[in-house]
């Protein structure tokens, strides 16, 4: 057992018979084990759905895009409708709400994932999935934006089902990728 090591200022407060008391008090005491705390919170994996067949019959084609793509007005990146608690939506902004699914709409062209978009959300409203994730991707770095990057906050904003969405945090996706919040089934 390795002496114990005393400060300058106790040795000068403590008589020589305290400090062999003292020594002789704490000569069985054990250091702890190393201990490593688990993190704070694991969020669990999000539902991946395959993509759904097209049904053009059952989908309901509300989404305008009579805006081409060059005259698209800049949108925020986030949105809130009133109703939402601040507190909710920061947590929401911050990634630390389980994703309960997600869809990638990477490589479709504008139609499909507008389609693709709308069946994914009234899929997840249906089974009362609140906080969902949508890949969208970056785009192709010439233009610096990609279509559907572009249009999906006006997308999104013609859905009642939607009532918040914000960029992905960088682990899930970053610019790539936007959470949304859906409204809860009556």
Same mark, same amino acid.
């Given at each position: ?23 002789? @008090?704490?000569? &069985?005491?054990? +250091?702890?084990?190393?201990?490593y705390p688990e993190?704070?919170? #694991?969020?669990?994996?999000? $539902? %991946? ?10 989908v309901?084609n ?5 805006i @081409?793509?060059g &005259?698209?007005? +800049? ?9 939402? #608690?601040?507190?909710?939506? $920061? %947590? ?35 089974? #009362?999935?609140?906080?969902?994730r ?36 960088p ?7 936007t ?8």
């Amino acid at each position: 057992m390795q002496p114990l090591q005393i400060s300058r200022m106790a040795k000068q407060r403590l008589s020589r018979d305290e400090r062999a008391l003292f020594q002789k @008090a704490v000569e &069985d005491v054990q +250091p702890l084990a190393e201990y490593y705390p688990e993190p704070f919170r #694991q969020l669990p994996a999000a $539902r %991946r759905l395959p993509h759904p067949p097209l049904l053009e019959q059952t989908v309901d084609n509300r989404l305008s895009d009579a805006i @081409a793509a060059g &005259d698209l007005p +800049p949108m925020p990146r986030r949105y809130c409708q009133h109703g939402v #608690q601040p507190k909710y939506f $920061r %947590r929401f902004c911050r990634g630390e709400l389980p994703i309960e699914a997600e869809i990638d709409l990477h490589g479709l062209h504008r139609d499909a994932a507008r389609h693709r978009l709308t069946e994914f959300i009234h899929y997840c409203h249906e089974r #009362q999935w609140r906080v969902v994730r949508v890949i969208h991707g970056m785009g192709h770095p010439a233009s610096g934006r990609g279509v559907i990057k572009q249009r999906l906050p006006y997308w999104l904003r013609q859905f009642e089902e939607v009532i918040a969405y914000a960029p992905a945090i960088p682990s899930d996706g970053g610019d790539g990728a936007t959470y949304l919040l859906l409204r809860r089934c009556n």
